[in-house]
């Protein structure tokens, strides 16, 4: 069985400020990291996605996370936040064999503050 | 544009009725997910079919089903319906069922039982 934690579920910060968004997950097996995105009255779209080799992922709009297996950790950043980055973030997990079983957080919500 | 279709965008239906939520995957994916997003529970997998077949289940209560045709649309239907059963519905396709293939989500289908 695998889980997923995001302790933060509401994380405010100004714009152009930096934001680092923490996911733990839990897993007794190897795993794929997942970060999606949901903005208002949407769907979630996929952010970025650690499957195999450097440890460092980043998306085309300037975030990054960092696969940390001895700290089971993925967490999310950005140096410097925009308005239009305000929206729910999920950390999703998957195993590495087998069939897809996505577990998902429960999601941190991120408002930018002008 | 994710390329997965949900109909309808929204319902509105009474206690105790049955409901049918459509979902057209991405072309070319043959694997389809729903998931039921709620603010109390988060994001539940409910269920997850490979070209026809079902392959995983999750949080699906028994008056809930789906199914998947030969032209790889989904149908999820919910019968018996309870207030709790309000909730986003959303429908996720990829083209494996690995670990390592991101999920497509569509836009959802917002049910609101009365």
């Known amino acids: 069985a695998q889980s997923v934690t995001q302790l933060d579920s509401q994380v405010p910060v100004f714009e152009e400020a930096p934001v680092e968004l923490r996911c733990n997950y839990s897993?007794?097996?190897?795993?794929?990291l997942f970060w999606y995105v949901q903005y208002p009255n949407q769907g979630l779209q996929l952010l970025l996605k650690?499957?195999?080799?450097?440890?460092l992922v980043e998306s085309i709009n300037g975030f990054e996370a960092e696969f940390n297996k001895s700290q089971t950790s993925f967490h999310l950043r950005k140096p410097s936040v925009h308005i239009s980055d305000t929206a729910e973030y999920f950390c999703?997990?998957?195993?590495?064999?087998?069939?897809?079983?996505?577990?998902f957080g429960t999601g941190t919500k991120l408002q930018v503050i002008p | 544009d994710s390329g997965v279709t949900q109909t309808p965008k929204h319902l509105i239906t009474a206690t105790g009725q049955r409901v049918t939520l459509r979902c057209s995957p991405r072309s070319g994916d043959l694997s389809v997910y729903w998931y039921q997003q709620s603010l109390d529970q988060g994001l539940q997998f409910l269920i997850q079919?490979?070209?026809?077949?079902?392959?995983a289940k999750g949080n699906i209560l028994e008056r809930f089903s789906a199914q998947q045709f030969p032209d790889l649309h989904s149908e999820l239907n919910l019968s018996s319906l309870e207030l709790g059963d309000s909730a986003l519905y959303f429908c996720a396709s990829s083209a494996q069922t690995g670990g390592n293939s991101p999920l497509h989500f569509g836009n959802g289908t917002r049910l609101t039982v009365t």
């Open positions: 999703a997990v998957s195993p590495s064999g087998g069939y897809q079983k996505v577990t």
């Open positions: 650690y499957l195999s080799g450097s440890t």
């Open positions: 897993s007794s097996v190897s795993v794929y």
């Open positions: 079919y490979y070209n026809g077949e079902e392959r």
